[in-house]
């Protein structure tokens, strides 16, 4: 731990009063989200009254405005302005700092921050709004009286210069009023970018007057699809649904944004995730033929044209685009776009031989610089996902890479500039959680830890490529998100997590992290509670492993905070957790948090299974995709078995495009009944079972056999497929069995993430 760390935890475990001279409000810790660089605790005091006064250097007018309005509208202060000699704050210009760095020194006289830019003059604003009472948030009919703060010293500035959160507003629509208020978390927490995916296939968001039904018609959907994307039958709702943004509401949101240095990067898709645009003008499709807008969430081969009139159309849409965002960046998305219309389009085709272009995937990048010029020759710059770079990147783009790293990793060596938002950390419409009760979400399994534990620069990047790691983003996909609610419950706390990466910057000790975090959070949802924010509440969650010990199964619990009771039930019995609870026979593991007798939280129950092949000793051909190995080999045979909603828990593992051979040996010879498993399949996430297994044995004697089985499908979950076997082995015991597990391959033309190798998931070998 460096000095710095250590100074700091004995900087935070001091306890400082912040007490409200009128309410006399309870002592509280100094606790700041993000965490700043550099904080020292002077142990003494600052009364902080009503009315303060202020004097600010004129180039700091938008931050203290901000200030102004915050104070005014929650404890009912007045901000006077007075001259620098009297005021109880003083902002003064420091050229010598850094773009967004900022000081923040309290003293017994006052209060002085020194900033190079209003965005480091308004940052230093929101930690003092963090060291503030948290009912500030509130308005108050009476004002407030003076509060108490720590004498302190604070050198603040971010890791990143890229701190973003995405939201998609086409699968659901959000009113202005929303957007508003996301911005307001994003400037409470530091972040400077939010990314607004404005167009998909399910509805087209943002007002263009050359072309007005792209929201007249493009911004309604005749219904919705109910429930997940996966149920058998899928049903819909049979309600019109939709919205858009006028011309009028961007401005305003933009001016908001930029009234709290958040700049807004709209993403208008192309050329796939067209098919609202083409509900609305048919003819900037291929085959010109009328669709309407999806009503399902999916890939649509409903792309854009790569006729001329296209072309144009979408440089007039990205005109206006332009003048209404005055940001540097425009996002083009380039993602998952299905290249069927193109091949038997004659003008596409007509296109590909005059411009000498070889194939549809050469097609696609010479659309990308088609537009990429376009837009650079407005002074602007295109970002595009991960996609762009095939056949070619186009040659200023920044690269947002979502599949993975690996696509960021290549245009950073490339010397393009990249943010990082993997499926693996960053997709905030992922589980969070792994109880039963959760509200239904697209997928995956993201909790928060492994958020905080991201790291935006990955290891081994050299140090030219990784000054162009910009930073990293959440996305916000709403498929599973129809309300406001559902959005900020998804976001809270993951995005805090989030906001520590990008700006504080990674973690050395992820798992120390975690913990202090978790310590910190208290305060953080307090002033969401007053705020009125529906949030997730990791502090009550249980964190159950299931692990092998001297061939014993084990139990292990965890809960946030040590001192968490837990009551769990397990073959028949209901028993206070107080240490590993060892597992001899097959039943269910009940587990819950308790305060007194009074059940807090959610129950969480796993089936177990102590089976033969818990006590083989147990090897696998290629380690699994470190982005789902949470729960490593041991997942395959810890007698537990993975949740059928959501792979990337720590049961399930992930491999990606990888053949695998799975080993199990025992130093006794076994007679084996029955050999099990399952993987999981959520073809809209890329993850595909393998057709068939290859199983192979060997008997006590030495004599080898082998054997392909089949894959079926469940019958009780279709995101589940089965390997079973049973009822055909010999007779002899059996000393060694090798699984066979070939990739699914690539994923077939049509189907999300078409043309990228297919992911495999697995949970636990049984060996009855
Ligand atoms: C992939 S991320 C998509 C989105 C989906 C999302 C759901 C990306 C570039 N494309 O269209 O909403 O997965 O997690």
């Not at 899928?234 to 939709?242: A, E, K, P, V």
């Not at 295109?382 to 960021?408: C, F, K, Q, Y």
């Not at 290549?410 to 010397?415: K, P, V």
Request: proline residues 6%; hydrophobic residues 40%; aromatic residues 10%.
């Amino acid at each position: 731990m460096s000095v710095k760390a250590l100074l700091f935890l004995f900087l935070v475990a001091v306890v400082v009063t912040g007490c409200d001279t009128q309410s006399n409000e309870i002592a509280s810790e100094v606790v700041l989200f993000p965490q700043p660089q550099e904080l020292l605790l002077k142990g003494g005091t600052l009364r902080f009254g009503k009315d303060p006064t202020l004097y600010a250097d004129p180039d700091f007018e938008q931050a203290t405005r901000w200030f102004r309005h915050y104070l005014a509208d929650g404890p009912g202060w007045k901000l006077k302005t007075t001259t620098e000699a009297e005021a109880n704050i003083r902002i003064d210009k420091d050229t010598t700092l850094g773009a967004e760095a900022y000081r923040l020194n309290i003293s017994e006289k006052g209060l002085h921050i020194t900033a190079r830019t209003n965005a480091g003059a308004f940052y230093a604003l929101q930690t003092l709004r963090q060291l503030l009472p948290a009912t500030f948030e509130m308005q108050h009919t009476v004002p407030r009286g003076a509060v108490t703060l720590p004498t302190l010293e604070i050198a603040d500035a971010p890791a990143f210069s890229y701190r973003g959160m995405h939201l998609d507003v086409s699968r659901h629509f959000f009113p202005k009023e929303f957007i508003k208020e996301y911005l307001s978390y994003l400037a409470l927490l530091k972040m400077n970018t939010f990314h607004w995916h404005l167009t998909d296939d399910q509805g087209w968001r943002i007002e263009i007057k050359k072309y007005p039904k792209l929201t007249a018609q493009g911004a309604f959907r005749e219904e919705t699809l109910v429930g997940h994307y996966n149920d058998v039958p899928r049903t819909y709702d049979d309600q019109r649904y939709g919205g858009f943004y006028t011309q009028e509401d961007i401005k305003e949101i933009v001016a908001y944004a930029q009234s709290l240095n958040i700049r807004v990067i709209p993403e208008i898709e192309m050329p796939g995730h067209a098919q609202a645009a083409i509900s609305a003008y048919p003819e900037v499709g291929c085959t010109g033929e009328p669709v309407p807008v999806a009503t399902e969430w999916g890939i649509f081969e409903n792309v854009f044209c790569t006729k001329p009139e296209t072309m144009q159309f979408l440089k007039d849409v990205l005109l206006e685009v332009m003048s209404l965002f005055p940001g540097t960046y425009i996002h083009i998305g380039g993602d998952e776009a299905p290249k069927t219309h193109w091949k038997s389009c004659a003008d596409c085709q007509f296109r590909m031989l005059k411009e000498g272009i070889a194939s549809e995937d050469a097609l696609q990048s010479w659309f990308i610089e088609e537009i990429e010029s376009f837009v650079n020759d407005h002074g602007k710059q295109i970002i595009g996902w991960d996609e762009i770079l095939e056949g070619g990147l186009a040659p200023n783009a920044t690269v947002m890479s979502w599949r993975g790293v690996e696509g960021g990793i290549a245009a950073a060596e490339a010397g393009h500039d990249v943010i990082m938002t993997p499926t693996s950390h960053m997709y905030f419409d992922y589980y969070q959680d792994s109880h039963p009760e959760e509200p239904l979400a697209i997928g995956g399994y993201l909790p928060l830890q492994k958020v905080l534990a991201f790291s935006p620069v990955p290891e081994g990047l050299s140090p030219e490529a990784s000054h162009h790691i910009l930073g990293a983003q959440g996305n916000v996909w709403t498929e599973y998100m129809s309300t406001s609610e559902q959005v900020t419950y998804m976001i809270f706390p993951r995005m805090i997590a989030l906001s520590e990466v990008v700006w504080s910057g990674s973690k050395n000790d992820p798992e120390k992290a975690y913990s202090e975090l978790l310590h910190r959070l208290p305060k953080f949802q307090q002033r969401l509670t007053i705020k009125g924010i529906t949030h997730y509440n990791p502090l009550q969650r249980l964190d159950i492993t299931f692990s092998l010990a001297r061939d014993t199964l084990f139990a292990i619990v965890e809960t946030p905070l040590s001192n968490a009771t837990v009551r769990y039930e397990y073959a028949e019995e209901v028993q206070t957790y107080s240490a590993p609870v060892p597992l001899t026979t097959s039943g269910t593991f009940r587990a819950q948090m308790m305060e007194g007798e009074q059940a807090v939280g959610h129950a969480y129950s796993t089936h177990v299974k102590i089976h033969q092949g818990i006590a083989s000793t147990l090897s696998v051909s290629t380690p699994p995709h470190p982005a789902y190995d949470e729960g490593g080999i041991n997942a395959l045979y810890n007698g537990v078995l993975g949740s059928s909603e959501r792979f990337g828990d720590g049961e399930w593992l992930g491999f990606w495009g990888e053949d695998i051979a799975i080993a199990m040996e025992w130093n006794t010879p076994i007679a084996i009944s029955k050999v099990e498993t399952r993987f999981f399949e959520a073809k809209g996430q890329w993850v595909y079972a393998p057709k068939q297994v290859l199983v192979e044995w060997t008997t006590a004697e030495g004599m080898k056999y082998s054997k392909t089985i089949e894959v079926t499908a469940s019958d009780t979950d279709t995101s589940l497929r089965n390997l079973t076997w049973n009822g055909e082995l010999p007779q002899q015991k059996i000393k060694k069995l090798v699984l066979r597990i070939p990739s699914y391959g690539t994923i077939p033309q049509g189907a999300q993430g078409a043309g990228n190798p297919a992911w495999t998931f697995l949970d636990e070998l049984v060996i009855e």
